[in-house]
């Protein structure tokens, strides 16, 4: 009998299981179906990304000013540098760039500032962010005042358009969104009922409906005198809109509030604005910002319908250039573009609002 | 009240009324109505003066009105003399063709992308992702303008159109051979319905058999053949009572078959792929939410794994599935709008936007295309309710 008081070392895994071939082994080619499947997928792959590849990147002309320049066959990136500035910027008179780009830094500042959480006094950022800064973009933007020459809005385009409807949605729609959804919670029947089907209605319409209705009928609506810019009907028709919305998320942070805090607070004797302003508005805010970035994804999305009521937003501005005619048959790359934009900002905003969601989601069941 | 006691003075038994939340509330309503009232009379009053200007009669007299245009796609009979009531049924058809079969592809597509993207296989899975994440954040009207714009209308003219076996694909739209039904097919008709109504007594005897003695049938296969045998069977005895009409080059056009028009194709791809993003996260999400162990359940049980996921995990996924996925189908409708960008005819570009233009009814039509969309929301959302408290779990 042998005994070995000694143990022995393991034994390596089988080379199968370990290293690229392993890692193969379990991922892609575990069983036949997977098999098969992999290797139509790689095909299907290796013949639409390796040419879109070349397209993209190794055939592409870079740079020139004219579509001479365009000689390798691939993607003819010259024509979004010729026309970048437009695209960013619009109609807007060329000396007046440095207001635009103002603009753009101080908004880059503060949304870092915002999402970096060791910032001190996040609130007051976000609350300069959402009251100061607005008046002081339009008065940047506009001009009139502090010397600065008049910019008419039908001057405005591009991506600095595409950035103010948005901007200017989410900051008018939340302190409404916020009143409807206290509205649509509170006891007088009244104003719930009117909340409700205020909410209801906006969301039951596509946007196209509302903006088609706030460029002809808010004319109509409104007395002779008064005359609607075309910017600031489709800003109204984006606001109805996105404040129903907003509406429903605010409704699902308050809801999501214990009510022993509503309680608590009438225990105290607060007031119903102070309850709501110092106890549960804070609270559910906070739980709230994933979803508000949400909808604001969804309306930054939204913001290219504009371009049916005939505002040059950047997918509108780009479209237009695509029927110049020196530059005809270059639709692929100028999709390509504006596709890129909306993809980073949105990609980027989505990214953050699950990290938010992750970070608030501590307790059971975390994932 | 605190200041009442500092003063020395009694506290009233009878508050003030504007101290009284009930008084306050009703108050409170009442002007709130007065403001709502005195709202609309301002923009009303206002609407009729700017019409009286405008020289516009209110009412819905234009609806019977010669219409004068043409329509791209039709599917009931409609040319220029037909009325303006006619181009709304037009456009609503329109509209409906769009979003059902939108609905139906994206369906398709999300349910496959959302087990893709829990697949086991690391390239599929990967795959999945991608698409999910690049496609739901590029906006939906870019998509319909790269679809239309950059890929179906540079397609070739019809004379060197695209082959794809006996259909073709050109500029002007894809051209696909169409089934003609002659009369005896309605034999066929007649054995399909047959067919499924015995299915059902099948599946009934079925379950009644195996709670009586345990023992099942291979009801599946059995349906199977019988949905598809027994009208097969009845069409060869009927003699071939179809033929195909198969899409062929005259002129400077094709005749015959059946033609999918560029503007359709494009908001359809367009549709299905974006919303399709949406649903595959959905499908995602209800698969994880059913725990592991109601299938380790079912396996310890001795139920295989296709049994496992008919009976044990779709139920329980479904019930989490169907009321985002309803979100996803409205939202779906809502944005058909789109195809208005394109030209293709639905209830916004025909009513809202050609029969608009033509008679200046501004306020009627957009009502009436607001009335659609919010008419078909509620039926769904009716329709939810009523599902949602069918396969709520029945809690003891």
Known sequence: MIVNDKKLPDLPPPASTVGLVGWMRTNLFSSPTYTVLTLIVAYLLWITVIPAIQWAFINADWAGDSRDACTSGGACWVFIGARFNQFIYGFYPETEYWRIDVLFVMLAILIAALVYEGTPKRGWISAFTLIVFPIIAFFLLYGGSFGLEVVETHKWGGLSLTLVLALVGIVASLPIGVLLALGRRSEMPVVRSFCTVFIEMWRGVPLITILFMASVMLPLFAPEEIDFDKLLRALIGITLFQSAYMAEVIRGGLQAIPKGQYEAADALGLSYWKKMGLIVLPQALKIMIPGIVNTFIALFKDTSLVLIIGLFDLLAIVQAALSDPKWLGYSIEGYTFVAFVFWVFCFGMSRYSQFLERKLHTGHGAR | ?396
């Open chain 2, 1 to 396: 009240m605190p200041t009442d006691v500092k003063n020395g003075v009694a506290p009233s038994s009878k508050p003030k009324f504007w101290n009284d939340p009930e008084k306050r509330a009703l108050l409170f309503q009442i002007l709130m109505i007065l403001t709502i009232l005195g709202f609309f009379a301002y923009i009303i009053s206002n609407a009729l003066f700017n019409l009286e200007k405008r020289g516009i009669t209110t009412g819905f007299d234009f609806l019977g009105q010669a219409a004068g245009f043409e329509i791209l796609l039709t599917l009931i009979p409609f040319d220029a003399t037909y009325s303006f009531g006619r181009t709304f049924i037009i456009g609503l058809l329109n509209t409906l063709l769009v979003s059902v079969l939108g609905i139906i592809l994206a369906t398709v597509i999300g349910f496959i992308m959302g087990i893709a993207r829990l697949s086991q296989n690391w390239l599929i899975n990967k795959v999945a992702t991608a698409y999910i994440e690049i496609f739901r954040n590029i906006p939906l009207l870019l998509q319909i303008f790269f679809w239309y714009f950059a890929v179906l209308q540079p397609l070739p003219s019809p004379r060197q159109s695209i082959e794809i076996g006996s259909a073709f694909l050109n500029n002007r739209g894809f051209y696909i051979p169409w089934p003609e039904f002659h009369p005896a097919f309605m034999f066929v008709t007649i054995a399909f319905a047959i067919a499924v109504v015995a299915v059902i007594f099948l599946v009934k005897w079925n379950h009644k058999r195996q709670d009586e003695t345990g023992q099942t049938f291979p009801v599946f296969r059995a349906a199977l053949a019988l949905l598809i045998g027994l009208p097969l069977i009845v069409y060869f005895l009927a003699g071939s009572p179809m033929t195909w009409d198969y899409p062929a080059l005259k002129g400077f056009n094709f005749r015959g078959g059946a033609t999918i028009i560029p503007e359709l194709m494009a908001l359809l791809i367009a549709l299905s792929v974006y919303t399709g993003t949406f649903i595959a996260e959905i499908v995602r999400s209800g698969i994880l939410a059913v725990s592991k162990g109601q299938s380790e359940a079912a396996h310890a049980l001795g139920l295989n794994n296709s049994r496992t996921l008919r009976l044990i995990v779709v139920p329980q996924a479904m019930r989490v599935i169907i009321p985002p996925l309803t979100s996803q189908y409205l939202n779906l409708i809502k944005n058909s709008s789109l195809a208005t960008a394109i030209g293709y005819p639905d209830l916004v570009s025909v009513f809202m936007g050609t029969t608009l233009n033509q008679t200046g009814q501004a306020i009627e039509i957009i009502f009436m295309t607001m009335a659609v969309y919010l008419t078909i929301n509620l039926l769904v959302s009716l329709f939810m309710n009523w599902y949602n408290k069918r396969m709520s779990l029945v809690e003891r």
